[in-house]
T-cell receptor, first 112, second 108 residues
Framework: DGGITQSPKYLFRKEGQNVTLSCEQN?????MYWYRQDPGQGLRLIYY???????QKGDIAEGYSVSREKKESFPLTVTSAQKNPTAFYLC???????????FGQGTRLTVV | GQSLEQPSEVTAVEGAIVQINCTYQ??????LSWYQQHDGGAPTFLSY????GLEETGRFSSFLSRSDSYGYLLLQELQMKDSASYFC?????????FGKGTRLHILP
């Protein structure tokens, strides 16, 4: 079955450590996105990518980094520079030019 | 610039009809999507309007007016399982942006 997979579902890290969240899709979608959601809040765009080896900063890119070496994969690294990393992280993909985005199950990151 | 406005909360009674409005401003515009998100879950796609007018999908309908930068989601025959957050998401030049969403409360 086609879909988008995020792992792990829950992640705990100590303050000051970098952590990488995985996102893989087998939908053959060109576009991929990372969003952050805080409790009771909307989705804020961190990074997005329209094609392999190219990505753009979203509204809250500071303290995060991404790579897009393969069409299927768009990992997000939360660095120690991110001041408030505890949040729910959602990865999504879409076919170029269309409005329907498919989301992974999300990764709930807790930094202690 | 870009902006999105939708009500933060709406309350309705089971079996009734509710409308959730959305006004937007984006650099470039291709269409407006709506998503539903239950507590603890990921957003799921409901509908997409690329052209002006009404799109109907079962109990849900979505409307778009490009000239007014306005759209709405209409939910009919409300059920308790419709209690969730609803997001409008305009498709801009190269990205999809989301607002803060509308929390829909349904009373029995």
């Amino acid at each position: 079955d086609g879909g988008i997979t995020q792992s792990p579902k829950y992640l705990f890290r100590k303050e000051g450590q970098n952590v990488t969240l995985s996102c893989e899709q087998n939908l053959n979608h060109d576009a991929m996105y990372w969003y952050r959601q805080d409790p009771g809040q909307g989705l804020r765009l961190i990074y997005y990518s329209q094609i392999v080896n190219d990505f753009q900063k979203g509204d809250i890119a500071e303290g995060y980094s991404v790579s897009r070496e393969k069409k299927e994969s768009f990992p997000l690294t939360v660095t120690s520079a991110q001041k408030n990393p505890t949040a729910f992280y959602l990865c999504a993909s879409s076919k170029g030019g269309l409005g329907e985005a498919f989301f992974g199950q999300g990764t709930r990151l807790t930094v202690v | 610039g870009q902006s999105l406005e939708q009500p933060s909360e709406v309350t309705a009674v089971e079996g009734a009809i509710v409308q959730i409005n959305c006004t937007y401003q984006t650099s470039g515009f291709y269409g407006l999507s709506w998503y539903q998100q239950h507590d603890g879950g990921a957003p799921t796609f409901l509908s997409y309007n690329a052209l002006d007018g009404l799109e109907e999908t079962g109990r849900f309908s979505s409307f778009l007016s490009r000239s007014d930068s306005y759209g709405y989601l209409l939910l009919q025959e409300l059920q308790m399982k419709d209690s969730a957050s609803y997001f409008c998401a305009p498709r801009g030049d190269d990205k999809i942006i989301f607002g803060k969403g509308t929390r829909l409360h349904i009373l029995p």
